[in-house]
């Protein structure tokens, strides 16, 4: 039995939009699977009725009446909203009741409640989001997508360590080539930081580092030391060229539906919209707290929560925590 | 009569890509334009030979017998190489030789000679790079694109001066609109030296400061706050978005030609191609020091050397040196 837990007040548009993903999930999920539905139980019963038919035996709706909003400072929201959606998620996460935590809510909050409830693993010192950005060779995860947006070098080889094992479970790549973003491929190149986490990484066991990447290299997914399947980088330049990338997709779509109308009922167009669309790949995990927890988009929609339930089923049935946390105990230089 | 010197041996294709572009905008340019080609005589000679029928009227070939390489280290090439093409095409603007200098070499090199020769307009404490992003409402200038890759929160407010002035004169618009590259609109959000300079911003006279903005606002051109026409951030992300931008514009073309191969001789899917070619673009200013510069990408095509000599002109026609000069003696925050 794997159970699901998912932030019902977290997105622009809650609840409807996570009671009606939860409702998608689980029409596609094998039996065997539970989704928990978390927040105001007297909002989710009315988006719940709104769905019409839904299947309530593998459906739970557990009350929590505090709410965490968008602008809120994460470690006082955390602090000051002990039954918040998103503490009481993790709360059942971490009393054993439930394998996976979903929100599209505050990602500062999410990623401070994570930290403070679940704890990370021994050998990390940072949670990080890693963001699968699709390319046309194979999906590249950035790491960090914005959980952190001041890093050390000793944080960015961290972040190394994660993403390979995620690459390497849930993506069933066994060996995950490593780059580090920066603004030239030469050693000189870079800040104090970055020029200190390329040195460092070069001789870190258990990775595969490739050396410096430049942004043109992410959606390469090579470089010319080999191939690329995780880039590292801090959190506020992966926010910016994640959010960045998003809105690209999104222009480019527009301007080929202006462009050429007369193609766009075509099945090439409608996969390569599919393609552009963020909400195909359901949020990102957040990596390195003891748990499985999955941050998604406050502008979500259904899809992308359902999406995030099938990414979610994957990581717990791959045992990516697990291996984080005998990955990171066995050292390595992220101590 | 406005002189152009351009660097001959700095792209990846040296000197053919330079002559090539340097003729072609000889074909464009009315009378009263020179190009001062600056390098290796015997090899500029050579290309040039090669491209058949040339008007040696308006060109000249100014000799620099060294070459400055990708990988040098910027200071040390300044220092270790005084006769390179950078340095003596610098100089020529320098003794008042020339009006322009166009250099598809190492950036930092550029950077670095023409801090220390041309030397920066009072009030600038860097020189930063200002590429023009194309969007599908109207382009933004991100500054910086790269020349520096750390910022204190006084440049960041520089560059917003320098990125104006720009804006205001080359493109023609009055009232250009400011934001500051971060992860999120509100005032807490960032790390410390983006939240200093959000606050110095919003005190700043002469800026037109729309806030904090996210990736995904450059291409939208404008967030909640207003229209957006100049984006500042350090240059280490806005190298990263600026590389990613390039080859996510090179991944959509490559997926429309796979998709829709018959609607790629239409006129749209030209316009489509040329709108997500940088080369179109010609480079981009280096603003704050005394001088027209303008940096070009070392993988540049001739076309991309021909539209940095429009850009060039432009630049200079409009007096865009001159009103940095005024703008930034004036005082404002960046002092």
Redesign the interface.
């Known amino acids: 039995m794997i159970r699901i837990a998912l932030d019902a007040m977290g997105s622009d548009d809650a609840p409807r939009v996570e009671v009606e993903g939860a409702v998608q999930a689980l029409r596609e999920l094998p039996p065997g699977f539970r989704i928990q539905l978390v927040g105001r139980t007297a909002d989710i019963a009315a988006a719940l009725k709104a769905q019409g038919d839904v299947d309530r035996a593998r459906l739970d709706v557990v009350e929590a009446p505090e709410v965490v909003g968008m602008?809120e400072?994460p470690l006082a929201a955390v602090k000051g909203k002990p039954r918040s959606s998103i503490a009481v998620g993790l709360g059942l996460q971490k009393q054993g009741e439930s394998d996976a935590f979903i929100s599209a809510g505050n990602t500062g909050a999410v990623m401070a409640a994570a930290t403070l409830m679940l704890r990370l693993h021994e050998g990390v010192q940072r949670a990080a989001v890693g963001p699968l950005f699709p390319?046309?060779v194979h999906p590249v995860l950035v790491i960090d997508g914005?959980a952190n947006?001041?890093c050390d070098a000793r944080e960015l080889v961290g972040f190394a360590h994660l993403g390979s094992v995620y690459v390497r479970d849930v993506l069933d790549r066994p060996q995950p080539g490593v780059g580090l973003?920066n603004?030239g491929e030469?050693d000189?190149?870079?800040?104090?930081v970055?020029k200190e986490a390329h040195q460092l990484l070069k001789q870190t066991p258990g990775i595969k580092y490739v050396g410096n990447v430049?942004?043109?290299?992410?959606?390469?997914g090579q470089c010319k030391h080999g191939r690329i399947d995780v880039v590292v980088?801090d959190?506020?330049?992966g926010?910016?060229?994640?959010?960045?990338?998003?809105?690209?997709g999104r222009?480019?779509m527009?301007?080929?539906k202006q462009?050429?109308p007369d193609?766009l009922g075509?099945p090439?167009?409608k996969?390569?919209f599919k393609?552009l669309d963020y909400s195909e790949y359901g949020g990102a995990p957040l990596l390195g707290v003891k748990g499985v927890v999955i941050i998604c988009h406050g502008a979500s929609p259904a899809r992308a929560i359902k999406n995030a339930v099938r990414v979610a089923v994957h990581m717990v049935e791959t045992h990516v925590d697990q291996d984080i946390g005998a990955e990171l105990a066995e050292g390595g230089a992220a101590r």
């Open positions: 602008g400072k390319t046309a914005g947006v001041d973003l603004v030469e000189e190149k870079g800040n104090a970055v430049e942004g043109r290299d992410i959606l390469a980088c959190g506020f330049v926010n910016a060229v994640l959010k960045f990338y998003e809105s690209a222009m480019f527009g301007m080929m462009a050429f193609v075509r090439e167009a996969q390569l393609f």
